[in-house]
């Protein structure tokens, strides 16, 4: 290697000494500015949520046992899960609000003037937010699910001394007969409820079991239940025998609507959780499509989080020459929620016109992406 190219490394080598720290520092302050302005919003979203909802249950606070302290439980259970399902929308406010902040004390200008693309500086904030969306992602699959469910448990002790979530099982009780379920999961209506893996168990006056009955399947439709793949085993003082049936119905006034309150939703579940609801219902050749859109939906998460941002922070850079930043502001959460809104219409299409639901839940971000990289190259 000749000296002139020594040389010419050389300076190369410290002229990216010098300039790394200088990014370093831009990265920071971005990302300072940004982080605030979202777990600001973050957490007001959350706790108006969260106070609605509080609200909504006082009108069934003494009934049963259901108190205002096991309400404030109830709520309080579920906010893992509403951080989760309110970040998207803080994400989004909060990004542009910390861009706008910077905006308005001349912090921005200060970066354009220094040399640094649009473009650099919201790879900055979408950095931040997806660090901020990997630890929601954790979020969602482990406390989130995990609340939801003992809040189900809370709500179900509390309102229902017939019902019970334990261990993964739902349990409930009509008389002396006590039904057990595996999985279970509402058709439309909360009185259509179907329960998989279903077991009853029939005792008599004296606390004795009298028959134990296994069932594929439960269903309550046209207000009455129906098993199906039944083997019934009734038990006598000194024998026991055993008859299978293809269906059979059930005479029960067990509440299918009750039933429905302590199911929790496909929305609510973690992709392990909806990944055995799919086998199950596959396997009994059921439809599963809800499931799945929700499945695919939360793989799909951190794209639907990070696209919007992406997309909507140009709007924060308007006020350099206009000065109009709260207008652009405004515009750029009212498109940002367009299209949430456009998303959520475009996976329910999906599912009704029976399209993929990996295409459905893509769609979307990728039409956005594409307008957000078509703007970056003429303006950036």
Same mark, same amino acid.
């Given at each position: 290697m000749?000296?002139?190219?020594?040389?010419?490394?050389?300076?190369?080598?410290q002229?990216r000494?010098?300039f790394?720290p200088?990014?370093?520092?831009?990265?920071?302050l971005?990302?300072a500015?940004?982080?605030?302005?979202?777990?600001?919003?973050?957490?007001?979203?959350?706790g108006?949520d969260?106070?609605?909802t509080?609200v +909504?249950?006082l009108?069934?606070?003494g009934?049963? =046992?259901?108190?205002?302290?096991?309400?404030?439980?109830?709520?309080?259970c579920t906010?893992p899960?509403?951080?989760?399902e309110?970040?998207g929308?803080?994400?989004?406010?909060?990004?542009?609000?910390?861009?706008? =902040?910077l905006?308005?004390? =001349?912090?921005?200008?200060?970066?354009r003037?220094a040399?640094?693309s649009k473009l650099?500086i919201?790879?900055?904030?979408v950095?931040?937010?997806?660090?901020l969306?990997?630890g929601?992602?954790?979020l969602?699959?482990?406390f989130?699910p995990?609340?939801?469910?003992?809040a189900?448990?809370?709500?179900?002790?509390?309102?229902s001394?017939?019902?019970?979530?334990?261990?993964?099982?739902?349990? !409930?009780?009509?008389g002396?007969?006590v039904?057990?379920a595996r999985? !279970?999961?509402?058709?439309g209506?909360?009185?259509?409820?179907e329960?998989?893996g279903?077991?009853?168990?029939?005792f008599d006056?004296?606390?004795?079991?009298?028959?134990?009955s296994?069932?594929?399947?439960?269903?309550h !439709?046209?207000?009455?239940?129906?098993?199906e793949?039944?083997?019934r085993?009734r038990?006598?003082?000194?024998?026991?025998?055993?008859?299978?049936? !293809?269906?059979s119905?059930?005479?029960?006034?067990?509440?299918p609507?009750?039933?429905?309150?302590s199911?929790v939703?496909p929305?609510y579940m973690?992709?392990?959780?909806?990944d055995?609801?799919?086998?199950?219902?596959?396997r009994?050749?059921?439809d599963?499509?809800m499931?799945?859109?929700?499945?695919w939906?939360?793989v799909?998460?951190?794209?639907?989080?990070?696209?919007p941002?992406?997309?909507?922070?140009?709007f924060?850079?308007g006020?350099l020459?206009? +000065?109009?930043l709260?207008?652009?502001?405004f515009?750029?959460v009212v498109?940002?929620?367009?299209?949430f809104?456009?998303?959520?219409?475009v996976v329910?299409?999906?599912?009704?016109y029976?399209v993929?639901?990996?295409? =459905?839940n893509?769609?979307?971000?990728?039409?956005?992406?594409?307008?957000a990289?078509?703007?970056?190259?003429?303006?950036?």
């Amino acid at each position: 290697m000749t000296t002139r190219a020594i040389k010419a490394s050389a300076g190369v080598a410290q002229r990216r000494l010098l300039f790394w720290p200088r990014w370093k520092r831009v990265d920071r302050l971005v990302a300072a500015a940004v982080l605030g302005a979202v777990v600001l919003v973050w957490v007001v979203i959350v706790g108006i949520d969260a106070l609605r909802t509080l609200v +909504g249950e006082l009108d069934d606070v003494g009934q049963g =046992g259901y108190t205002l302290g096991r309400a404030v439980l109830y709520v309080a259970c579920t906010v893992p899960r509403r951080f989760y399902e309110m970040f998207g929308f803080a994400a989004l406010i909060g990004s542009l609000l910390g861009l706008g =902040g910077l905006a308005s004390t =001349g912090e921005l200008t200060a970066l354009r003037a220094a040399g640094l693309s649009k473009l650099r500086i919201c790879a900055s904030v979408v950095l931040t937010i997806a660090l901020l969306t990997a630890g929601v992602v954790v979020l969602g699959e482990t406390f989130g699910p995990w609340g939801e469910r003992r809040a189900q448990q809370v709500l179900l002790a509390a309102k229902s001394k017939d019902v019970a979530l334990t261990r993964g099982m739902l349990w !409930a009780r009509d008389g002396e007969t006590v039904i057990g379920a595996r999985t !279970a999961h509402v058709q439309g209506s909360a009185d259509k409820v179907e329960l998989d893996g279903v077991r009853v168990f029939e005792f008599d006056a004296d606390g004795r079991l009298t028959a134990l009955s296994v069932a594929k399947s439960a269903r309550h !439709a046209d207000h009455a239940w129906t098993f199906e793949q039944v083997r019934r085993t009734r038990f006598g003082p000194d024998s026991a025998s055993s008859s299978t049936e !293809a269906s059979s119905r059930w005479d029960s006034k067990l509440d299918p609507t009750l039933l429905s309150t302590s199911i929790v939703k496909p929305r609510y579940m973690a992709l392990r959780e909806l990944d055995q609801n799919i086998d199950a219902l596959s396997r009994n050749q059921q439809d599963a499509s809800m499931f799945r859109g929700m499945w695919w939906q939360r793989v799909f998460y951190p794209l639907s989080i990070l696209v919007p941002v992406f997309c909507v922070l140009p709007f924060a850079f308007g006020a350099l020459r206009s +000065g109009g930043l709260s207008k652009r502001l405004f515009l750029g959460v009212v498109l940002a929620l367009g299209y949430f809104l456009m998303q959520r219409s475009v996976v329910n299409l999906a599912t009704v016109y029976d399209v993929p639901p990996a295409l =459905g839940n893509l769609l979307p971000p990728l039409l956005l992406l594409g307008a957000a990289v078509s703007y970056f190259r003429r303006r950036a």
